[in-house]
């Protein structure tokens, strides 16, 4: 799975907000200090910021003392929510659902292997939530897949 630019600097700034309502859940931040804390490009956070705000994740203020902050908990924002607005579908091969893709010949029996992939993606990515991430505070579930023997170690090709 490749994690996009968008969605890691979304994720950044999400954690940001989650960490500021937890001081302060009237605190807004501005996309300025929200880059600066976070070293992300000021532009590029601008249009993530009015996605996450379309989509209802967070709310803006205008004016002086204007800002960001969350919409919602941070116990009820996933990571699956993220990706999903910033990025589309969590699996998509070649831009469409798995289940959509018809294969033919010896590739027939390729759609499973997708969707297993999909189900595998949504276990994690839509059960982890910025509170989780903010406190490190997981589930068994996540904390045994982190520990399995080679979950940190890198893959090479062959």
């Keep these: 799975m ?25 605190g807004l931040a501005t996309t ?4 600066e804390s976070q070293n992300l490009p000021e532009k590029y956070l601008e249009a993530i910021l009015r ?23 941070p116990k009820d924002i996933s990571v699956a929510d993220v990706i999903r607005i910033l990025d589309g579908p969590l699996a998509s091969i ?17 759609p499973t292997v997708w969707i297993a992939t999909r189900v595998a993606l949504r276990e994690v990515l839509e059960e982890v939530t910025l509170a989780q991430i903010l406190t ?23």
């Design 136 to 158: 490190g505070n997981y589930s068994t579930k996540i904390n045994k897949l982190n520990s399995q023997p080679g979950a940190w170690a890198r893959r090479t090709r062959n």
């Design 32 to 35: 300025k200090e929200i880059a």
């Design 51 to 73: 996605k996450l705000r379309q989509a209802g994740v967070i709310k803006s203020q205008r004016g002086a003392g204007g800002g960001y902050k969350l919409a919602r908990l």
């Design 2 to 26: 490749n994690i996009s630019t968008a969605t890691d600097y979304g994720m950044q700034s999400l954690l940001y907000l989650a960490g500021l309502y937890e001081r302060d859940k009237y």
């Design 94 to 110: 070649h831009g469409e659902r798995p289940e959509d893709i018809k294969y033919k010949s010896t590739s027939k029996n390729l």
